[in-house]
């Protein structure tokens, strides 16, 4: 069985802090993964794809990779209020498939 | 770029109706699209795959005389729920991918359905 672990938090940080948001998936053959956002009612907004081992920065936010450790993770620099959301870890099927397996998400609060 | 819209937003209908869901690519192709549920505080759950002109493939435990879903266009997939019941109250999510493992999914806004 495919799996995708996160803590479910809540993960508290102060406003301008760095949030960093962890995540490991079982699949030893997934090759991408995505970060996702979803704000309370609201559908899942994608905020960040990563395939390669490393880092990828986009902005405030950069996602890190380790293939070996099954690792994967976000962090949120300069963290707002607005940032205060579900972040949902997902990650691809080995073997061709389209599908992800979503983890079960970190609630993150960024404390004015 | 990357525009899903999915219609409506909110459904309210008594029990026994059935209810048709858009899902619609506007600014891409989408070869994929996925239909998930969402419980309150729970995480998304994935209803089916759909490729266009195939059949959607289910995954287990959902029921696809229930759910029926069509692919028809590369842009355009719908869900009915036929014969709601209140337990199938839920909020419901599509997707849709222009293909390939490494293209992500990009969401609509997702339908709440109330089943009285």
């Known amino acids: 069985q495919k799996e995708v672990e996160q803590n479910s938090g809540p993960l508290s940080v102060p406003e301008g802090a760095i949030a960093s948001l962890n995540c490991t998936y079982s699949?030893?053959?997934?090759?991408?993964f995505f970060w996702y956002r979803q704000y309370s009612g609201k559908s899942p907004e994608l905020i960040m794809f990563?395939?390669?081992?490393g880092d990828k920065e986009d902005g405030r936010f950069t996602a890190q990779l380790n293939k070996a450790s099954q690792y994967v993770s976000l962090l949120i620099r300069d963290s707002q209020p607005s940032d205060s959301a579900t972040y949902l870890c997902?990650?691809?099927?080995?073997?061709?498939?389209?599908?992800?397996?979503f983890g079960t998400g970190t609630k993150l609060q960024v404390i004015p | 770029g990357a525009v899903v819209s999915q219609h409506p937003s909110w459904v309210i209908c008594k029990s026994g109706t059935s209810v048709k869901i858009e899902c619609r690519s506007l600014?891409?192709?989408?070869?994929?699209m996925f239909w998930y549920r969402q419980f309150p505080k729970q995480s998304l759950m994935l209803m089916a795959t759909?490729?266009?002109?195939?059949?959607?493939?289910?995954e287990q435990g959902v029921e696809k005389d229930k759910f029926l879903i069509n692919h028809a266009s590369l842009t355009l997939s719908t869900l009915t729920v036929t014969s709601a019941h209140p337990e199938d109250s839920s909020f419901y999510i599509c997707s849709a991918s222009s293909g390939g493992q490494t293209q992500p999914q990009h969401f609509g806004d997702g339908t709440r359905l109330s089943i009285l």
């Open positions: 990563i395939y390669s081992n």
């Open positions: 600014d891409f192709q989408a070869t994929t």
């Open positions: 699949d030893r053959g997934s090759q991408s």
């Open positions: 997902a990650v691809s099927y080995s073997g061709g498939y389209q599908k992800v397996t």
């Open positions: 759909s490729n266009e002109g195939s059949k959607a493939t289910y």
